[in-house]
């Protein structure tokens, strides 16, 4: 905020924005934004939310505004129809090209470490147990079984999470570049590698669809594995796709 109004631009901060993130209205006030109400963005040149607009809002917007938001644009082909037919220009930060100069405005990356930490966290709390090894004067308690499924930013931070709270941990992608980083964070790999698994990444670092016969295969040996685990994290993801 005390950027962009060093730069000269007049900003207009909705009252109670950052109130989630712990931000109140008052230190945005004190490095020059005005606090306003949402229904400020139809004066707007630029608008920047966390998520894309709904049909209500951007009706509002002025037309050729630009709009900065996590756009979400698959299966919600009447939101981007909507901002289209207001004329906007929407920029969508989840498409940011994952380049080393773009890496500070990445926001699956930011988010999904965030998630996949949490995700941990909540399941230590449904699991209601302890997660490592308990040497009790009533007995013992072994450690809790997780495994991970898909082993991106999300899979990473959850994989670093369990370990660090004492679980026995397994993971699975269909990437093998990732089966090293799963043994670096001291977890165990688990997948079918056979000659579709060594070419199933895409040239951005994405999982690609794999066929159904190592569908089917996959699902035999997770099948197996999961019935002895605790605590089951799925953060696989493939762009516009189920995965």
């Given at each position: 905020?005390?950027?962009l ?21 008052a230190d945005?006030?004190a ?10 963005a139809?004066k ?20 050729g ?19 289209a ?23 699956l ?22 997660l ?13 079984k ?98």
């Amino acid at each position: 905020m005390k950027r962009l109004v060093g730069l000269g631009f007049e900003v207009v901060v909705e009252t109670g924005a950052g109130t989630l993130s712990r931000i109140p209205d008052a230190d945005y006030a004190a490095v020059g934004a005005v606090i306003g109400k949402a229904g400020d963005a139809a004066k707007a040149d630029v608008v920047l939310k966390v998520r894309r607009p709904s049909e209500a809002e951007v009706k509002g917007y002025k037309p050729g505004a630009a709009v900065l938001a996590t756009m979400d644009p698959y299966g919600n082909e009447a939101g981007v129809a909507a901002m289209a037919k207001a004329g906007v220009t929407a920029f969508a930060m989840e498409f940011m090209p994952r380049i080393t100069r773009a890496q500070v405005m990445d926001v699956l990356s930011s988010q999904a470490n965030l998630a996949g930490y949490q995700a941990v966290i909540d399941g230590a709390a449904e699991y209601d147990r302890a997660l490592p090894m308990m040497m009790t004067a009533a007995g013992t308690v072994p450690a809790a079984k997780v495994f991970i499924m898909g082993v991106g930013v999300a899979g990473l931070q959850a994989i670093a999470t369990a370990r660090r709270m004492g679980a026995i941990v397994t993971a699975t992608d269909v990437r093998p570049a990732v089966k090293e980083q799963v043994a670096s964070l001291g977890a165990k790999f688990l997948a079918v590698e056979d000659e579709e698994f060594k070419a199933a990444e895409t040239a951005g670092g994405y999982a690609k669809e794999m066929s159904k016969e190592y569908q089917a295969k996959q699902a035999a040996l997770t099948a197996e594995h999961i019935a002895k685990q605790d605590i089951v994290i799925t953060t696989a993801l493939i762009p516009g796709r189920p995965a």
